[in-house]
């Protein structure tokens, strides 16, 4: 199967710090990566599509200044929360692409806790 | 607006008991329809994917099917395990990469 590594796992950061979150695909190579966002008890949400050496494509409402969003490679994809502040806290989970476009099978990271004090 | 709904949010069975996990979605023009299992702490684990065109899949003791005329999909899950309890998300693709997630349903199957 395929496997995609999200690192850290968890992380409490001071409010105003930045907060940096890795993506990789182990086995394969992912051209588009998927980031999303999960407040307890509720949907994960999609923030942004990041395709590899292009610009992340990021839905309505959500700040591509303060997400921040690289895929310089295949394999890697960083989300780094700038300036981040209480109501950032969440569950960041990232997955990656496999396959045909219409397949569509995403493989998801473990996700990364943020805290912000 | 897509809205992808889940009933029942949490569910408590015995152990061997069959049972149905529901997922309503508003516009049924959909490219496919996934389940996904997620354990705490852990990402999300592909079940199955249904494909716009077919109406059911099946892998081992689970069974999803597909009804986009009443845009509903349930997944069927046949002699419950202690195993099986996580949680399950049921997520629809209507364009291009965009997946849209219901809150899930909190299976809690006990020996």
């Known amino acids: 199967g395929a496997v995609v590594s999200q690192h850290p796992s968890w992380v409490i950061c001071k409010s105003g710090t930045s907060v940096k979150i890795e993506c990789r695909s182990l086995d394969f190579q992912a051209t588009t990566m998927f980031w999303y966002r999960q407040f307890p008890k509720q949907s994960l949400m999609l923030m942004a599509t990041s395709n590899e050496g292009s610009k992340a494509t990021y839905e309505q409402g959500v700040e591509k200044d303060k997400f921040l969003i690289n895929h310089a490679s295949l394999t890697l994809s960083t989300l780094t929360v700038t300036s981040a502040h209480p109501e950032d806290s969440s569950f960041y989970i990232c997955?990656?692409?496999?396959?045909?476009?219409?397949?569509?099978?995403?493989?998801f990271g473990a996700g990364t806790r943020l805290s912000v004090l | 607006k897509q809205e992808v709904t889940q009933i029942p949010a949490a569910l408590s069975v015995p152990e061997g008991e069959n049972l149905v996990l529901n997922c309503s979605f508003t516009?049924?023009?959909?490219?496919?329809l996934q389940w996904f299992r997620q354990d705490p702490g852990k990402g999300l684990t592909s079940l199955l994917l249904?494909?716009?065109?077919?109406r059911e899949q099946t892998s081992g003791r689970l069974n999803a099917s597909l009804d986009k005329s009443s845009g509903r999909s349930t997944l069927y899950i046949a002699a419950s395990q202690p195993g099986d309890s996580a949680t399950y998300l049921c997520a629809v693709e209507y364009n291009f990469n965009k997946f849209y997630f219901g809150s899930g349903t909190k299976l809690n199957v006990k020996p």
């Open positions: 249904i494909q716009s065109s077919q």
């Open positions: 516009d049924s023009a959909i490219y496919n």
């Open positions: 997955s990656g692409r496999k396959g045909e476009v219409r397949k569509n099978i995403q493989y």
